[in-house]
Structure formats: C-alpha cells, structure tokens
C-alpha cells in the first residue's frame, strides 16, 4: 500500500501512456517527515548524476524513480503504518504506551521514543502548561497508532464547540460519498444549489439566495449576514432569516448559521438528523461511542429537532478525546478505516484531501469586517469548516504546513500532522483561554520539541 502510493501513476492519453508524478510526489512529501534523509541517501546512491540532464542519466524516469521509493521505504515504514485501527473502547481501545496520568517509568519512556518517536519527558511539558493555566484539561497524543501521552482532569465527554462544524463537514462528505455511489434517494453535490435541500419559503423570500452552493456553506462565503448567536428556541426561525448582503464566493465571514443549515440538508437528503447521520455513517463505522448533537434550539430544544451542526447550538456535540480522535486518525488515514483486517474507505482520499487543505479562492476573498474570527485574514488557512496551519500563523511556525484540524471555543483542537503522523487533542471549554491569543503557539512548540529525529 505504501508502495502505490508513492510510484507515479500510468496514464493512458488516447493510444500512449504518460507518467503522472504529481500524486506520486505529492504523497512521498506528505507522508515522509525524513526528506532530508531520503536526499542524502539518493545523493550517496547516484552522486552528481541526480542534477545533470535526463538524456545523460541512461536511466529511466521509472527506475530513478523507484529507486527513490525504495530508498524512502525505511524511513516511511513507521509513519505509514496503516495496518492498526484501534478497537471500540469496551473492547481495550487505543493501544497505549503510558497509562493516563502516571509518569512513565524508565522502560515505558523508551518505549514512547522507540515506537511513537518521542521524548516522554519534553512531552509531558505540554501538559504541565495546560495545568498551569487551571481550568478543565484533556490532552491526548497519539503518532504511529501509540499513545505516547495522556493526561486529564475530567472524562466526561464535554461539548466541543466549534469543532462540531468540521464533523458536520465530514457528515456531507460522507453524505456525498454515498450520493456518488447511489445510496441515497437524491443525487447531492458540493457545486448544488442549497435551496434544492432547504424549506421553499427560504429562497421564495429572497431570490438571490439562490445562488448560494453547498460548497459556499462549508467555507464561509455563503455571503449571508453572519450571524453566531444567540442560540435560542428561536434560533431556527433566525437562522433562516439571514438576508444576502454579498455575492457568494467573495466575503468570507466566520458565522455558525450557515453550517448549522448543512444540518438541515443532512436530514432531507438522508432522512436522518445529521447528529444520527454521523454517529451511525461514521462514529459506528470507526468503533467510537454515539456522540451526543445537542438539537437546533439549544438546551431545551425537542429532540426531533435538526441536530446542531455549528456547535453553537448546546455548546456542540459531546466527544471525549479518545473518541475525537479516532476522527482525526480517520482523516490521518484519508478516510480509511479497517476492521479485522478489512479495510473500508469511508471517504474518498481526494474528498479528505479537499475538505482539510486551504481552499484557494478563500485567499481572494474580502475578508469581512466585522468578524467573528479572531485571526485576521484567517481565510487563508481555511478549508471546508476545517482549519489548516499552512501560513504557520494559526499554531506557530514549530508546526508543519500540512497540518490541519478542528478549532472549538476555549482552544479545544483535534489536529492532524500527517508529515508526522500525528494527532493531538486538547479538550476542555474555558473560556479564560480565548483571551489567550499564543496557547496554541506555547502548546504545540512543546510537542513538536519532543519529536525525535529518525535515525539517519
């Protein structure tokens, strides 16, 4: 599996093949955290020959190329390491080096550097910053499958804000999927128009809604009034309230209505509440625990409401670390899970891909003043209701471009590196820390000073 992912691809073009490096390349990038190693390795291999013109080489595109992933084989071994899924917790769990809370003994430290990569103590540093910041924290770090770190203070599965847009996010790629396969009783797409889903009355009271996609809901460029709240039991009346004040695609405007519609198109695509939508599409399919979706409404809503997608409504759904990151290992794993053995793409590689990387238009539209972002020109490293650190702002130049992840109130995060196949997860809404501009930045540079260098 490895292998296929980083050999070129052989195109047919009518009646010749052409060599596609691109995906191949792409892939090797992605999953390789050691480029500097695998260079010197084709250095010592090929010498000067790698940089003089191809005609002179006498080797051919394929050959040279495959050299190179074998050479790169070793040093992607560990991190590619696609055969372990963790089973439901009831039947063991995650596969843990260190028990929660208890410092690791001189064996178990070894352990962590030599199965996940990883300095325990300079790893334990991160979690001695979130207790000194007081409040409710869980914190979890997991790389090639282990958990190389695990501390909390409470375990109940508490609501986590805005992350819940990046699960509803994952509910209409998994919606989508099942449309492309024919599984659901109407065709759906990123490019439809959203009032096709949505109730008449909607697009009859203001026509130029009806230009607003699907695709234009899931990266903020809905062009709609933002709005983010209150979320009362008049929320759903607001929500569809919202009045068109730009043209969709050019102003991009943080704001929870709009996602909090994709839970309504959830339900009249697939007949079930977004909320059960996911835990039963998804969740059930990864061995997590069915998630609670507090309904549109908020606390005091009726359960037959439409599940709140934004994580607005109810202080979103409830996941605890563990099971929040089994989404993140989903995506780590381009939408691939195995069970026994058997492995099952949920969602489409490509289909992860564009969700969880920067949207480029994003980069082109206005960003809105006022907003309820509080990084300016975030737009730049947003994807579909996914965050990205690819301007090295978000989380701080210590974290690779490649990373993405969910972003909730009180710096709640479920992240994904997959140069370093890595998850973490922070949990725990405190308020005090969105006054906290730099956590992020004084987290994850404790995290990344505990990866260890590969062995050259």
């Known amino acids: 599996m490895l292998a296929r992912k980083i050999m070129p691809q052989v195109l047919l073009n009518g009646d010749h093949r052409e060599i596609d490096f691109s995906p191949a390349w792409e892939n090797l990038i992605r999953l390789s955290p050691h480029i500097i190693s695998i260079v010197r390795a084709c250095l010592a291999l090929f010498g000067g020959a790698m940089f003089r013109p191809a005609a002179r080489l006498r080797v051919s595109a394929l050959r040279l190329w495959g050299a190179l992933a074998f050479i790169a084989l070793p040093h992607l071994a560990r991190s590619a390491e696609t055969g372990y899924f963790p089973a439901p917790e009831k039947q063991g769990g995650w596969r843990s080096l260190v028990a929660a809370n ?9 352990a962590v550097a030599d199965k996940a990569g990883i300095d325990w103590d300079k790893l334990s540093e991160a979690w001695t910053y979130c207790e000194s910041l007081r409040g409710r924290h869980s914190l979890l770090v997991i790389r090639h499958g282990w958990i190389a770190g695990e501390w909390h203070n409470f375990t109940a599965p508490l609501g986590i804000a805005s992350c819940t847009k990046s699960i509803a996010a994952l509910s209409i790629a ?12 109407q065709k759906i797409g990123l490019d439809d128009f959203a009032w096709r889903y949505l109730p008449a009355s909607w697009s009859e009271a203001e026509p ?7 695709r234009h809901l899931l990266t903020m460029t809905s062009g709609l009034t933002p709005h983010n709240g209150p979320y009362t039991r008049e929320y759903a009346s607001v929500l569809f309230a919202q009045t068109v004040e730009a043209p969709p695609g050019t102003v991009w405007a943080y704001s929870s209505a709009p996602v909090d519609m994709l839970s309504y198109i959830v339900e009249a695509v697939s007949g079930r509440r977004m909320g059960d939508f996911f835990n039963e599409e998804i969740g059930a399919r990864i061995g997590a625990v069915p998630a609670f979706f507090p309904p549109i409404s908020g606390k005091g809503g009726k359960p037959t409401e439409p599940s709140g997608g934004s994580g607005g409504p109810g202080g979103g759904a409830r996941f605890t670390a563990r099971e929040l990151a089994r989404v993140g290992y989903l ?6 899970w195995g069970n026994g053995g058997a492995s099952q793409q949920l969602i489409g590689a490509a289909r992860v891909r564009e969700f ?8 082109r539209a206005t960003f809105r003043e006022p907003n309820f972002a509080r990084i300016v020109n975030s737009n730049r490293s947003y994807g579909h209701l ?10 701080g130049a210590a974290v690779p471009r490649d990373t993405f992840f969910m972003w909730g109130w009180g710096k709640q995060i479920c992240a994904v590196i997959p140069s370093l196949d890595l998850v973490v997860v922070r949990l725990g809404p405190e308020a005090a820390l969105n006054d906290r501009p730099d956590f992020y930045a004084q987290l994850f540079s404790r995290i990344m000073a505990a990866m260890v260098p590969a062995a050259p």
Do not use: M, Y
């Open 102 to 110: 208890q410092r690791a003994t001189a064996r178990q430290k070894t």
């Open 174 to 185: 998994r919606l989508c999927e099942l449309s492309d396969r024919g599984l659901t009783k």
């Open 208 to 214: 130029a809604r009806k230009k607003i996609q699907l």
């Open 331 to 336: 995506l780590l794993h381009d939408g691939a």
């Open 356 to 363: 969880t990387q920067d949207v480029p238009g994003l980069k």
């Open 386 to 395: 996914f965050w990205t650190n690819s301007t090295q702002e978000p989380l």
